[in-house]
T-cell receptor, first 115, second 108 residues
Framework: KAGVTQTPRYLIKTRGQQVTLSCSPI?????VSWYQQTPGQGLQFLFE???????NKGNFPGRFSGRQFSNSRSEMNVSTLELGDSALYLC??????????????FGNGTRLTVT | AQTVTQSQPEMSVQEAETVTLSCTYD???????LFWYKQPPSRQMILVIR??????QNATENRFSVNFQKAAKSFSLKISDSQLGDTAMYFC?????FGTGTRLTIIP
């Protein structure tokens, strides 16, 4: 089975721009979650989608949004980029919702640099 | 709200030694699942081990084992006979919430 695929791997944007990141989960996985990883902050939860519905949302401003399609692929959008948005964005998929015993399977991440 | 705390930002041990990474958490739920994930340098994050809270027996996966103390809300990871390939960031996770990680370096 193919693993979780995130595209693109690297992005460089300037402040004020917007960006869309993509995540294709493992086949058969219906849950996709997104995390922001920065040094010293660990992984900060952004949101989780299960069967096209947002089930949980972390404490991020409304500039961060996402969606999930019928094939379970997910996109995350960040508008009006700020320097502090520079981070590694990780996508993870799982068979069941996050609060189940299904472990998360992570992609390689998208490294976003905002200048 | 759930919280996960990893109080050891960095650790290093000699190859073949045993090392324990600590994790404490807080939750109001009775049944939950705890995980340890490993993120090698420039590589994908992968599951190391998981524990179901209602199971008293500590989980074990080869050289990796946990010491799960439900009353104390503690979930430490023990790595026995450490190998160079164990060098990585280790994250403790509870549901949606991850700790800040412990950077483990195995010294040859």
């Amino acid at each position: 089975k193919a693993g979780v695929t995130q595209t693109p791997r690297y992005l460089i944007k300037t402040r004020g721009q917007q960006v869309t990141l993509s995540c294709s989960p493992i086949s058969g996985h219906r849950s996709v979650s997104w995390y922001q990883q920065t040094p010293g902050q660990g992984l900060q939860f952004l949101f989780e989608y299960f069967s096209e519905t947002q089930r949980n949302k972390g404490n991020f401003p409304g500039r961060f949004s996402g969606r999930q399609f019928s094939n379970s692929r997910s996109e995350m959008n960040v508008s009006t980029l700020e320097l502090g948005d520079s981070a590694l964005y990780l996508c993870a998929s799982s068979l069941g919702p996050i609060r189940s015993n299904s472990p998360l399977h992570f992609g390689n991440g998208t490294r976003l640099t905002v200048t | 709200a759930q919280t996960v705390t990893q109080s050891q930002p960095e650790m290093s041990v000699q190859e073949a030694e045993t090392v324990t990474l600590s994790c404490t958490y807080d939750t109001s739920e009775n049944n939950y699942y705890l995980f340890w994930y490993k993120q090698p340098p420039s590589r994908q994050m992968i599951l190391v081990i998981r524990q179901e809270a209602y199971k008293q027996q500590n989980a074990t996966e080869n050289r990796f084992s946990v010491n799960f103390q439900k009353a104390a809300k503690s979930f430490s990871l023990k790595i026995s006979d450490s190998q160079l390939g164990d060098t990585a960031m280790y994250f403790c996770a509870l549901g949606l919430t991850f700790g800040t990680g412990t950077r483990l370096t195995i010294i040859p």
